[in-house]
């Protein structure tokens, strides 16, 4: 008999697909994943050296639970360099992935029936984690329809049960970015209230048309021990290292000892040869961030055009990251059924925007080759334009389409 929490626990839709996919691919499938939710670009050669240079050693133990201390160090300079923020050792843990700093933090400040507010449309593991953790999530939808609620939208939901916010810019999976007005308020109210704030940084150094990064830093005057801030950020995204699974958080020592202890029991700590990776990566020479940043910067604009030129799909172009979040409502209001006929029709992978807490929405990623955003768009304007051809030639393979 499994617990009730685990019955209520969903699996991770996106790395679901990724399984679908490539389960496809591997019997011949002539897959396009539009679906993805990691960079294609290659792990930084500084973080490789100093990977191999710990497996060379052949001595691979266990490592202080909350990261070892050059990562600290590194994760410091970091914060320093691009935060502004003077942090000690004891304001950083680092984590299996962004996702587990996120987890340990929600394990951390949650008691039972503890409310977690976050904008809608969100990243799909806040609910299921918050969920983990005991607590309640509590999504909330702009009021005017948009990407972004307002400040009035969010701070409406704040009651005596909430206990934390997180707010993700820019956004998995709409690629807006939350004002700087927005998320300076928001801090405010954190500190104000004693409600966590968990900034989930993950894409903030992947921003377009000339954007800086938001520094969440920049709003409060409070020291990093009396702050309701976390700051959250991995190696994944930025230096497409999703492999490796290295996340850290930086804030309030009370806070990151809690987590710390948590995580001590969970996993003993990341592994020794990737935070040895994330060390080299920190460290070493940064051009592959803007290098990776450029490319996504076209591939967006390859990839918003295609859209546009879909009769009936809204689409705004993102601000951040590496997705798109169009309605497509005017074809199917299901966005299931609309992914699952896209895969089945066409084999191209999108994630459904249900998901995420927005109906009529697919998420369609650009983090991949410019070819398969060509190739995947061209396919998914066949499979839903009325007036076009029943069949399409894929090279030697036929594909036919049913109704939509
Ligand atoms: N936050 C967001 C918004 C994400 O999209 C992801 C997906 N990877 C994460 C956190 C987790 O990152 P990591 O792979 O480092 O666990
Ligand atoms: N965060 C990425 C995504 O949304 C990777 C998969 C996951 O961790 O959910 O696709």
């Not at 377009?208 to 020291?223: I, K, L, M, S, V």
Request: aromatic share 8%.
């Amino acid at each position: 008999m499994l617990s009730q929490l685990a019955l209520s626990i969903k699996e991770s839709p996106t790395l679901k697909l990724n399984e679908t996919a490539a389960l496809l691919r591997d019997k011949g499938e002539p897959v396009i994943h539009l679906g993805g939710g990691e960079p294609k670009s290659r792990t930084p050669i500084d973080a490789i050296i100093s990977c191999s240079s710990l497996l060379n050693t052949g001595e691979i133990r266990y490592t202080p639970s909350d990261g070892i201390p050059p990562l600290k160090q590194a994760i410091i300079r970091y914060t320093e360099e691009h935060y502004d923020r003077g942090v000690k050792p004891e304001n950083v843990i680092v984590s299996s992935g962004a996702k587990q700093t996120l987890m340990v933090a929600l394990h951390a400040i949650l008691d039972p029936k503890d409310e977690v507010i976050f904008p809608v449309p969100y990243w799909v593991s806040y609910p299921e984690m918050v969920k983990l953790a005991g607590g309640v999530p509590v999504p909330i939808a702009a009021s005017d329809g948009s990407f972004c609620p307002s400040f009035e939208d969010l701070a409406a939901a704040v009651g005596s049960y909430t206990k934390a916010i997180i707010l993700n810019s820019p956004n998995n999976p709409s690629g807006a970015m939350y004002s700087n007005d927005l998320v300076a308020r928001m801090v405010e109210l954190c500190e104000r209230r004693n409600i966590w704030l968990l900034m989930d940084d993950t894409y903030n150094r992947l921003v377009f048309d000339g954007r800086a990064p938001t520094n969440c830093y920049e709003f409060t005057q409070e020291d990093v021990d009396r702050s309701q801030l976390l700051v959250v950020n991995c190696v994944s995204k930025m230096y497409a290292m999703t492999g490796f699974r290295i996340g850290w958080g930086v804030g309030n020592r009370e806070l990151i000892r809690a987590m710390a202890n948590i995580q001590s029991q969970q996993t003993s700590g990341p592994s020794a040869p990737s935070q040895w990776a994330a060390v080299g990566a920190l460290n070493g020479v940064q051009n592959s961030i803007e290098a990776l940043r450029s490319t996504l910067e076209n591939n967006r604009n390859v990839l918003v055009a295609r859209l546009q030129a879909i009769p009936g799909v809204k689409v705004v172009k993102p601000a951040g990251t590496f997705y798109t979040f169009p309605d497509f409502s005017a074809y199917n209001p299901d966005s299931k059924k609309l992914a699952e006929y896209l895969l089945e029709t066409v084999r191209v992978a999108v994630v459904p925007g249900k998901d995420f807490g927005m109906e009529g929405h697919l998420r369609v990623s650009f983090c991949g080759a410019q070819k398969d955003i060509r190739e995947g768009m061209e396919r998914i304007q066949w499979a839903l334009d009325p007036d076009a051809p029943n069949e399409l030639y894929l090279g030697s393979r036929k594909l036919v389409r049913d109704a939509v």
